[in-house]
């Protein structure tokens, strides 16, 4: 059975840094594209950041370009989002998501929350 579980999230001030993981069992990670979304309430699931497969590739969305920084660690099979510069329109839960062909997986998501 495929599981994706994040965590890492919580209450940040504003400016502040999380790091968020994407842990994944029952499945080889590395071997997926991997993206970070985040969905804030009454607003639609966005992509914030992705990156491919082999690691070597990696895209953001705008308004977390320079902010948020995406990562792998094969030998945990992990991804990580890196969250710096915080601000209170990152509060939102976030989302992991794991792509191969017609394969596609989501984890439960975890709660991030900037404010002072």
């Known amino acids: 059975q495929v599981q994706l579980v994040e965590s890492g999230g919580g209450l940040v001030q504003p400016g502040g840094s999380l790091r968020l993981s994407c842990v994944g069992s029952g499945i080889t990670l590395r071997l997926y594209a991997v993206g970070w979304y985040r969905q804030a309430p009454g607003k639609q699931r966005e992509l914030v950041a992705s990156?491919?497969?082999?690691?070597?590739?990696?895209n953001y969305a705008d308004s977390v370009k320079g902010r948020f920084t995406i990562s792998r660690d094969n030998a945990r099979n992990t991804v990580y989002l890196q969250m710096n510069r915080t601000n209170p329109e990152d509060t939102a839960v976030y989302y992991c998501n794991a792509k191969k062909t017609w394969q596609d997986y989501w984890g439960q998501g975890t709660q991030v929350t900037v404010s002072s």
């Open positions: 990156i491919t497969s082999g690691g070597g590739s990696t």
